[in-house]
């Protein structure tokens, strides 16, 4: 499934100071931006041909130490997401968007002996897949 994909593609399209991948930061870069998708994403339906509405939950993790800079990005992105107008669609036909909701606004979650702030902002999306 390329959900992942299209949203480091969908969010990279808003020409932020910085490229979002999807991966964890490594703390060598500042500023640095990942996309993660979190373990505890679940089938919300299946029907008895094994399509599936799955919710994906992902975080967007971002550190630097220009605290202004990181909240404007994480802004953006949390805009982009949470507008009713946001819609994906699957490059391989692995997945039909249904929704995406955030789920926390960009959050401090600490701060490193360089001076350097963590961030995170939190998200769902909803598809339907198909067997």
């Not at 910085?18 to 679940?42: C, F, M, R």
């Not at 089938?43 to 605290?67: A, C, H, P, Q, W």
């Amino acid at each position: 499934m390329d959900l992942t994909e299209r949203l480091v593609e969908k969010i990279n399209s808003l020409d932020l100071p910085v490229t979002v991948y999807s991966a964890a930061l490594t703390g060598k870069e500042d500023p640095e931006i990942g996309l993660l998708v979190l373990p505890n994403s679940q089938v919300i339906s299946e029907d008895l041909v094994g399509n599936k509405v799955v919710e994906f939950i992902y975080e967007v993790v971002m550190r630097g130490t220009d605290e202004a800079l990181i909240n404007n990005t994480l802004w953006q992105i949390a805009n982009l997401i949470g507008n009713e107008d946001f819609y994906l669609e699957s490059a391989d036909g692995s997945f039909v968007f249904d929704q995406a909701q955030v789920a926390s606004f960009p959050t401090l979650t600490g701060a490193d002996l360089n001076n350097a702030l963590n961030y995170i902002l939190d998200f769902t999306v909803q598809v339907e897949t198909f067997n």
